[in-house]
């Protein structure tokens, strides 16, 4: 950016030196735009390398999604099947042309005329002109397409719901697990500090002889293990943040700067709630009773196949026989089909349609059990992580304090290295199994949510439990 600026400014020295004026001018005006371009790129890459909170993150993964995009597009497909299905309730006018070739019987116009005409009748006969045709009857048909297709829509729309649903999921769980381990990490970095400063103190007592030589190495040892830990940990953050990248559609190597807590939302919800709310909102169970719907449609369609079809046309226009004169004709048409025999495919199609009317009624009872086993395990687990966290809130505390005691008899002296080893690893287990809790809170939180099918519309809409 700073040698690209560099470069403007001796783009405008060169114009100053410039004798003539609209070079001058041409110049200037292409250094300026050059600039406003690169002042509008640096301002969407800032954009981008900001802070990213959680419903930042979610937005922008919705928005950059390829398959909830390509999943929207099938809806705006299936929308159009609809006008389809309702254009066929219409008119139609179409150009046409046919051509008809009648043989002439000599023998059958001598008898008829008691002569042999020179050519009573054209034997080859030239129809062109505009026709226009309508249904009269369909045996509902053409009605039950029109539902067919609109029982499409909501079935694409209810499927792209569900996948902006577990998009959400699959981004809240990322962020709180980022969180969790950035908490992790933080304590970790504290417990290296902690454990360099205590080896610092041991060796200044070793010089003077307040300790054993066995205590500088034991807590030499810590040292690396704690930095092996830390290598760990942000091994793990970093495969974090590399799966986030990938559901906000951002190349790989992107930085992210997430800011958030783990702070728990405050929600009570009895199980009753929970399962009715799963039961009217879950996109996967209103995607099947969708097709539920469109596959009573088609069965309606099946039977209307034993129904006579009746449409009618109106043909305008003229025809030109053998003689080649053009005359003006006109014809109505009233065509009836109905069907006599058509070696049992109809039959068997109504019996395929009745057949997958009952799997998708088995697939609907099958899927709504599964939702409600899901929902009471996503309360269980809520529930148990809410226990977890005034217990581990009690435990950082007592471990810090125990710490603080361990940490200053250590420097006055009255305490040994091990004791402070120990009670620094109390310290992180404390922190990480707290930072686990509320992580896990956060995951079974949005579970919950998932199960019942709001997650949409309540991500980042809570208040903290904490606060």
């Not at 409600?372 to 395990?377: H, L």
């Not at 996503?378 to 505390?397: K, Y």
Request: aromatic share 6%; glycine share 6%.
């Amino acid at each position: 950016m700073i040698d690209f600026i560099e470069d403007l400014k001796r783009f405008f020295a060169m114009a100053k030196q410039l004798q003539v004026g609209g070079q001058k001018q041409i110049l200037k005006i292409f250094g300026y735009l050059c600039l406003v371009v690169v002042c509008t790129s640096a301002t969407a890459q800032q954009d981008t390398d900001g802070t990213w909170t959680l419903p930042r993150l979610i937005n922008f993964a919705l928005d950059n999604n390829k398959q909830i995009g390509a999943k929207e597009l099938a809806t705006k497909k299936r929308e159009q099947s609809v006008l389809v299905a309702e254009g066929q309730n219409l008119p139609s006018v179409d150009f046409v042309t046919f051509l008809n070739a009648y043989p002439v019987n000599e023998r059958l116009l001598i008898e008829r005329h008691g002569f042999r005409p020179s050519n009573p009748f054209e034997d080859v006969i030239l129809n062109y002109g505009l026709q226009l045709t309508f249904p009269l009857y369909t045996g509902g048909r053409l009605k039950e397409e029109i539902n067919l297709a609109e029982a499409g829509v909501k079935i694409a729309l209810a499927r792209t719901n569900l996948s902006r649903q577990e998009l959400i999921f699959n981004v809240t769980s990322g962020y709180y697990t980022y969180l969790k381990l950035q908490s992790v990490l933080d304590a970790n970095e504290g417990l290296l500090r902690s454990v360099m400063e205590s080896r610092r103190i041991a060796a200044q007592q070793l010089a003077v002889g307040r300790t054993a030589k066995l205590d500088l190495l034991k807590l030499d040892t810590r040292v690396s293990s704690a930095r092996t830990q830390l290598v760990v940990v942000r091994n793990a953050v970093d495969r974090t943040l590399s799966a986030l990248s990938a559901l906000l559609g951002l190349p790989p190597g992107t930085g992210l700067n997430i800011v958030g807590n783990l702070q728990v939302a405050v929600t009570s919800t009895s199980i009753d709630e929970a399962q009715f709310s799963a039961r009217l909102e879950r996109q996967d169970l209103i995607a099947i009773r969708a097709e539920i719907k469109a596959q009573k449609h088609l069965v309606e369609i099946a039977r209307s196949k034993f129904s006579p079809q009746l449409n009618s046309s109106v043909f305008l226009g003229g025809y030109t026989g053998n003689s080649g004169e053009t005359q003006s004709d006109a014809k109505i048409f009233i065509n009836l089909r109905m069907p006599l025999y058509s070696g049992n495919s109809l039959q068997s199609k109504e019996r395929e349609t009745l057949f997958r009317l009952q799997e998708l009624q088995l697939r609907l009872e099958y899927a709504e059990r599964n939702a409600m086993a899901e929902v009471e395990q996503a309360l269980i687990e809520l529930n148990s992580t809410w226990a977890r966290l005034d217990t581990g809130l009690l435990s950082v505390e007592l471990a810090q304090e125990a710490l603080r005691i361990e940490r200053q008899k250590f420097q006055q002296g009255r305490g040994t290295g091990n004791d402070l080893l120990l009670a620094e690893e109390v310290v992180l287990r404390a922190k990480t199994e707290y930072a686990a809790a509320q992580s896990d809170s956060q995951l079974a939180l949005a579970a919950l949510r998932f199960a019942t099918g709001q997650i949409q519309q309540t991500v980042g809409n809570s208040q903290s439990k904490n606060e």
